[in-house]
T-cell receptor, first 111, second 113 residues
Framework: GQQVMQIPQYQHVQEGEDFTTYCNSS?????IQWYKQRPGGHPVFLIQ?????EVKKQKRLTFQFGEAKKNSSLHITATQTTDVGTYFC???????????FGAGTILRVKS | NAGVTQTPKFQVLKTGQSMTLQCAQD?????MYWYRQDPGMGLRLIYY???????DKGEVPNGYNVSRLNKREFSLRLESAAPSQTSVYFC????????????FGPGTRLTVT
């Protein structure tokens, strides 16, 4: 079945440093979504990318969708303590409005 | 709007006991989902309901049953709980159309001893 792999599993950065998480799919994706989960909280939808090579920005967050639509990345510039949490990517399942989630990248920020 | 609500927030069961996790959404969404979250494994889909009266298995359905009671409510039942079902359970809903992300409830933390 479809798999979505995410790396790294864990990253600990100094406040002000940049952070990137990568997502790779075994198949071509029609779109990819990104979610953030704060410690002890629930996943919250951040963004959806649809087009090949698409780049979207939300303040210090930059999301990219690969040209082949099989990979994606989330880059955070100058991390802050509020960025702490787990970031998940998710691609559509084989059918229906289902999602296949990556295992997530846990971000810790040291102030 | 309360969004997606789940009850209970926490539950401890003994092996073999049964229970139902409740989920409700007040956003008039058609699709609803049940996920479990285990450390290092992301979110895995248990069951899915595209609309009232329809349900479909996800990636890890064994040991669970669901019921889409009406458009608002989607419940998850554990008939005979096992320690392997210790997890955090999230319910989610999705607006019509695939341009939007899923809305998640606050979760139920379940421990089976």
């Amino acid at each position: 079945g479809q798999q979505v792999m995410q790396i790294p599993q864990y990253q600990h950065v100094q406040e002000g440093e940049d952070f990137t998480t990568y997502c790779n799919s075994s198949t071509t994706l029609s779109n990819i979504q990104w979610y953030k989960q704060r410690p002890g909280g629930h996943p919250v939808f951040l963004i959806q990318l649809v087009k090949s090579g698409e780049v979207k920005k939300q303040k210090r967050l930059t999301f990219q969708f690969g040209e082949a639509k099989k990979n994606s990345s989330l880059h955070i510039t100058a991390t802050q303590t509020t960025d702490v949490g787990t970031y998940f990517c998710a691609g559509p399942g084989a059918y229906g409005n289902k999602l296949v989630f990556g295992a997530g990248t846990i971000l810790r920020v040291k102030s | 709007n309360a969004g997606v609500t789940q009850t209970p927030k926490f539950q401890v069961l003994k092996t073999g006991q049964s229970m139902t996790l409740q989920c409700a959404q007040d956003m008039n969404h058609n699709s609803m989902y049940w996920y479990r979250q285990d450390p290092g494994m992301g979110l895995r889909l248990i069951y899915y309901s595209a609309s009232e009266g329809t349900t479909d298995k996800g990636e890890v359905p064994n040991g669970y049953n669901v019921s889409r009671l009406n458009k608002r409510e989607f419940s998850l039942r554990l008939e005979s709980a096992a320690p392997s079902q210790t997890s955090v359970y999230f319910c989610a809903s999705l607006p019509r159309g695939i341009s939007f992300g899923q809305y998640f409830g606050p979760g139920t933390r379940l421990t089976v001893t």
